[in-house]
């Protein structure tokens, strides 16, 4: 074997990958011997273990694989306890809210520098998020409770990732219950500039509502309070907002008066990432 292919396979293992080979001597373990397993020292060894608490349709085995998933760093083995936990569906979806924003440190805590050049829905960058959003529908409900949260039990940071987990669940299973959520927190947060994340958020989640005219409703509202024109000071550093609500509102896919007097407005734009926003959007609407 090439030294470079020997090189990635041990770094690969380091981390966790295993192969069906591995899984064959571990097969007849109970649960109790596999949650012990979920904390050996050797990488394969958790993912294996994770696999198979998957396999064993015990709910007992669930608490387990959510205490692990907050602490595990092995790339393969946070793999395998989330398919475990999807396998789990509803039963896992408690636990993976309570993990919402605990998993790692790759969530989105500020405005990006680039739009998203893609035509594509952007994944929950949140572990227990992206968990959530391939469970599917079952987790809507309980995403919506985070979000209509009036007793302050979970914290923006949390509900922003429930925002990500809804819109990925809205575009891949065509499920809008949560519109009327995302729109009353949008109005909640409608006079706060300084916490524009939470609307950058809102905005993203809402490209996932195709041709939902209530969503494409909402996207507008949120530009028009960044518009740059003379009722606000805010067209400086709001460029993101902007950019995003023209790829939601392309994203969305209903094109009317309204559409096209935004995109002409942003039409020759300077600014190189609202011109790109501009261009897809008008893609996506004039296939």
């Given amino acids: 074997m090439d030294n470079s292919i020997n090189k990635r396979l041990e770094g690969q293992k380091r981390r ?9 001597p571990f097969l007849e373990l109970p649960s109790k011997e596999l949650i012990l397993m979920l904390k050996n020292n050797n990488a394969q ?7 198979l608490l998957g396999d064993k349709e015990d709910i007992e085995n669930i608490k387990p694989l959510a205490d692990q998933f907050i602490v595990e760093k092995a790339l393969y083995v946070r793999i395998a306890i989330s398919e475990s936990l999807v396998k789990y569906k509803e039963n896992s979806v408690p636990f993976l809210i309570n993990l919402l924003g605990k998993i790692g ?10 739009y998203f050049n893609k035509k594509s829905f952007p994944l929950p ?3 227990a998020g992206r968990t959530l959003a391939k469970i599917g529908k079952i987790a809507t409900p309980s995403l919506i409770k985070v979000l209509d949260d009036e007793k302050e039990i979970y914290d923006e940071f949390v509900k922003e990732q429930a925002i990500d987990a809804i819109g990925a669940i809205a575009h891949k299973y065509n499920d809008h219950r949560a519109l009327n959520s995302l729109i009353s927190l949008s109005k909640n947060h409608e006079n706060d500039k300084n916490d524009k994340i939470i609307q950058w958020k809102i905005l993203r989640a809402l490209s996932g509502f195709k041709n939902n005219k209530d969503a494409l409703k909402v996207a507008i509202i949120i530009l028009n309070n960044y518009y740059p024109n003379k009722r606000n000071s805010y067209s400086n550093n709001t460029v993101e907002i902007q950019w995003e609500a023209i790829r939601t509102i392309g994203q969305i896919g209903i094109i009317n008066k309204e559409v096209k007097k ?7 734009n300077k600014n190189p990432e609202i011109k790109t926003a501009v261009k897809i959007a008008n893609e996506l609407l004039h296939p």
Wanted: charged fraction near 45%.
């Fill in 105 to 114: 440190d790759n969530q989105e805590k500020e405005l990006p520098e680039k």
């Fill in 45 to 51: 060894k958790r993912t294996i273990a994770a696999k």
């Fill in 262 to 268: 935004i995109l002409n407005y942003f039409d020759g």
């Fill in 16 to 24: 966790g990958k295993i192969f069906d080979e591995d899984i064959d």
């Fill in 125 to 127: 960058r949140d572990l």
